[in-house]
């Protein structure tokens, strides 16, 4: 059985995760998802060494019991029977209170944790079946969601406090919406940045419709308002509406293409028989040491591409390659994780995976709820606590150009 109270206090005394999983003869899945439930939890230190090592565990992981639905007690019916005994027991009778809502809060947690998880509300009913021996409705489900919608919309609105937020990174992603018996599209637009701390925080999501430059200046202009600052590069795909916008709002920050995006575009016009030869070019100009040794490698590639016959991908990467190596204005320890937008790509995975269980939405907001839900809930693990990038370099290369300057 897992120690879950000797974790928190290994954790207290400063190991590492690795040292305390050694120490504590557990996994360090085990140890990482602990401290994660102990800071959704606000269980510290401080308040688990004045409990037993059961009390702890029950804490941050409650035993759902048998009937997912719980009838709550008559409290009414045992205050009047502990006023019949004469006794005062106030004491108990909070506790008892406030142990009995705790459970029935667990399992309402439990199953928006299983819907948001991307778990299918029919796939919710067959496993509640199967524990507790009787269904949750989809109108249960439903009303917990709208519960949790509440919080969700309180998180996407919150002020950033991450003080200077020199990299953002953003895109867009597209989900199906049915409306009037149609289908169309609708855009999400996702915003997440790395704070002056080095460390990940997902800015926001909103509603675009289109990705046109009405959208986008809407969105920054959103974000600027709740307190994103300090922005010096902007990190996306090429989007004529996205680029106005980022001169619009953000005129002092610097644009990044995705190069990875940029690499796709030129294999569009790539014949398949010679995609892996052109990626091995192409990636060669980003794997110089400096932004003119980037353009001179270029240069090469063109001329070499024209000689292949290939005049379209040579146009396309004349036309394009210097927005691809705005990157290499910023530290060079930076630039493996600032010239593409796999961070932000991989939260899109995460969400096209919640989002492929439901289909197609009613409409715009319970699309927009349902990827905010999902990016609070990764923002909230393991992805938002561990340090991305050593932003000593950003500033250092700040003060050697004011110097310079």
Not at 291 to 301: F, G, H, L, T
Request: some cysteine; overall charge positive; proline content about 2%.
């Amino acid at each position: 059985m897992v120690n879950h109270k000797e974790i928190l206090r290994l954790k207290h005394l400063g190991l590492t995760n690795r040292e305390i999983a050694d120490a504590a003869g557990c996994g360090r899945n085990t140890v990482t998802r602990t401290l994660a439930r102990a800071r959704e939890q606000q269980l510290g230190w401080q308040q688990a060494q004045s409990m037993s090592q059961q009390e702890v565990s029950q804490w941050l992981f409650p035993t759902e019991q048998k009937n997912p639905v719980y009838k709550m007690p008559d409290y009414e019916w045992v205050h009047r029977e502990m006023q019949k005994s004469g006794v005062t027991l106030s004491l108990l009778w909070v506790e008892y209170c406030e142990r009995y809502r705790r459970r029935e809060s667990s399992v309402e947690e439990a199953l928006i944790e299983m819907y948001l998880a991307g778990v299918s509300v029919r796939r919710v009913e067959d496993i509640t079946e199967a524990l507790w021996g009787s269904k949750v409705s989809p109108s249960t489900i439903s009303e917990l969601n709208k519960k949790a919608y509440v919080h969700i919309e309180d998180w996407r609105n919150r002020p950033l406090q991450g003080g200077r937020y020199p990299y953002v990174y953003v895109d867009g992603i597209y989900l199906r919406r049915n409306w009037g018996g149609e289908f169309e599209n609708v855009a999400i637009l996702v915003a997440i940045a790395v704070n002056e701390d080095g460390y990940r925080e997902v800015l926001g999501a909103a509603e675009g419709m289109k990705e046109d430059k009405s959208s986008w200046v809407s969105f920054f202009q959103w974000l600027r308002g709740r307190g994103l600052d300090g922005v010096k590069l902007i990190v996306g795909d090429k989007c004529l509406g996205m680029l106005e916008a980022v001169g619009e709002v953000f005129p002092e920050a610097k644009y990044q293409r995705c190069t990875v995006h940029f690499y796709r575009n030129v294999f569009s016009v790539t014949p398949r028989s010679k995609v892996k030869l052109v990626a091995k070019m192409l990636k060669a100009i980003h794997a110089q040491e400096s932004k003119r040794a980037a353009r001179e490698k270029a240069k090469a590639v063109v001329e070499q591409l024209r000689s292949m016959k290939l005049k379209e991908a040579a146009k396309k990467v004349e036309d394009g390659i210097e927005e691809t190596l705005t990157y290499c204005d910023f530290p060079s320890e930076h630039w493996t994780r600032i010239r593409t937008n796999n961070v932000i790509e991989r939260l899109n995975r995460e969400i096209r995976r919640r989002t492929r269980a439901v289909g197609s939405f009613p409409d715009g907001n319970s699309a927009l709820m349902l990827v905010c839900a999902r990016l609070r809930h990764v923002a909230g693990t393991q992805w938002g606590n561990k340090k991305y990038m050593n932003m000593k370099h950003l500033e250092a290369a700040f003060e050697d150009a004011s110097i310079a300057g």
